[in-house]
């Protein structure tokens, strides 16, 4: 994801705060467990947690919304601060920062209690919003606005945001904002009731809201629509063309807390960087899928989001499929590291030299020596393990984004597929010494070498094996 983009974020911005511990006895007054909190954990919920997730994304983000002049205003400028956003938020005195929190015993939710003001702000502090808005719109992307119904999103805000080239609306009534012609609206199956009028639920949903497809489309006035069915994934709407389904791991009802401001995050910022809608929905599926098996309210960082969807996708396979995936990657202006090798028994040394790569950009490629090759540059009764074996255990690493192989003594075939930014080798010897690297070059990429941890080898590993006695239970 392209870095450069840059987000804006209004509306309903709240604080989620989870208390933990354990029940230890119950309360005399009632038959209640008394919970002993042994840990809180603060973050930002509500439009602060899209915002958040903008940020984790790669996004430059702002965002714009009200507060208290309480404790918890506090709390929230330092959470934002440290994940990178940058909040304008209006203080509105005597009002209180939304605050929702959860008391958890284990993975058990026991309670939740909200502390709030939900009338609309005064018409000062609205003023204040709205200026920080006009401030902030020039030069944005992508505008999201979150309505949570917690009075930040008043008809003044919303006229000042019709128009926009890209505005993705989270809302919880989706029809006050017809008139402003969003880019993409996001309601989940409760409020798409709402908005047709129809009351109960039904027992197929996809195929209730399929049949409703362009009427959602004309009662909401966006351009597209994404419908979320909770665990069941979404349904993308779009003039014209059947809806198209993403479809969710299933997970219990307090690990989704905030993994719909994680999908929309995600969606807008797709749209933002040219991706079709239908993949810019698969992208945000995934990040939703990485913060919903994590506790608390949490966000999807770009790496993560690239690995989830590269595990959707299955492994890269041939170089040829590999380097249509890397064009994509290079489109949205990611670094793109190559580095190769036998890596026949791996050791710690290949796992330090392999994890140090990958910190030098944004996506890892490590192409392994066939086993002809590698019989070849090793000698008799090289390799040990197969080439489909040393592809598999390198795809583990949770750090290695693409594997692949090649049947020469050098990788200049793959490197002229693959157009690194950055070749990557281990070793005691200068990059001049390679002799991939003035190909490299040519191809307006840089060469590094990167020092091996000392007494790791695998023709070492492999000798100590062989001189055991063949009596002997051996090294595992």
């Not at 209004?10 to 208390?19: A, Y």
């Not at 989706?174 to 798409?192: D, F, H, K, M, Q």
């Not at 197929?204 to 069915?229: C, K, N, W, Y």
């Not at 041939?318 to 489109?331: G, I």
Request: with cysteine.
């Amino acid at each position: 994801m392209d870095g450069d983009l840059q987000a804006v974020v209004i509306g309903d911005v709240m604080l989620d705060s989870w208390l933990r511990g354990p029940v230890k006895r119950i309360a005399q007054e009632a038959p209640v467990p008394v919970v002993s909190v042994e840990a809180t954990d603060d973050a930002p919920g509500g439009a602060g947690n899209a915002a958040a997730n903008l940020a984790a994304l790669g996004a430059r983000v702002r965002l714009i919304g009200t507060v208290g002049d309480d404790d918890c205003a506090d709390k929230l400028a330092r959470a934002l601060g440290l994940l990178g956003v940058d909040a304008r938020m209006v203080t509105v005195p005597g009002r209180r920062t939304p605050h929702k929190q959860r008391l958890m015993v284990g993975e058990q939710l026991i309670a939740r209690y909200d502390e709030e003001d939900r009338e609309p702000i005064p018409p000062e502090a609205e003023a204040r919003v709205i200026a920080e808005l006009r401030e902030a719109l020039p030069g944005a992307d992508v505008v999201i606005a979150c309505d949570y119904d917690a009075g930040v999103c008043t008809d003044a805000v919303r006229r000042a945001l019709t128009g926009l080239p890209l505005l993705v609306v989270d809302a919880h009534a989706i029809g006050p904002w017809r008139a402003c012609a969003p880019s993409a609206v996001l309601p989940n199956y409760r409020e798409v009731l709402r908005l047709l009028g129809e009351d109960g639920d039904r027992e197929d949903r996809v195929r209730f809201l399929t049949e409703r497809s362009e009427r959602l489309l004309a009662e909401s006035g966006a351009r597209m629509v994404v419908t979320t069915l909770d665990g069941e994934g979404t349904l993308l709407h779009r003039p014209g063309l059947p809806p198209y389904r993403t479809y969710a791991e299933p997970a219990p009802d307090h690990m989704a807390t905030g993994a719909g401001d994680t999908f929309t995050a995600a969606f807008a910022l797709w749209l933002a960087a040219g991706a079709p809608p239908e993949r810019a929905a698969q992208a945000a599926q995934a990040a939703a899928g990485v913060v919903v098996r994590r506790p608390g309210t949490a966000t999807c960082t770009r790496r993560e989001l690239q690995r989830a969807l590269r595990a959707g996708d299955g492994p890269a396979g041939t170089p040829e499929r590999l380097a249509v995936r890397l064009d994509e990657h290079r489109r949205r202006g990611e670094r793109i590291v190559f580095t190769n090798g036998c890596f026949d028994v791996l050791h710690r040394g290949h796992v330090t030299y392999l994890e140090r790569a990958a910190q030098l950009g944004d996506v890892l490629v490590v192409a392994v020596n066939s086993d002809a090759s590698t019989a070849r540059l090793k000698g008799p009764g090289r390799p040990i393990n197969p080439c489909e074996d040393r592809m598999s255990v390198l795809a583990a690493l949770g750090y290695v984004d693409y594997v692949t192989s090649f049947d020469e003594d050098t990788p200049e075939r793959l490197l002229r597929m693959v157009r690194p930014d950055l070749y990557v080798k281990g070793g005691d010897y200068t990059p001049d010494m390679l002799p991939e690297a003035p190909l490299v070059r040519a191809m307006g990429g840089e060469v590094r070498v990167l020092d091996y941890v000392s007494d790791r080898s695998t023709t070492a590993i492999i000798e100590r094996v062989r001189s055991l006695p063949e009596d002997s239970p051996g090294p595992g």
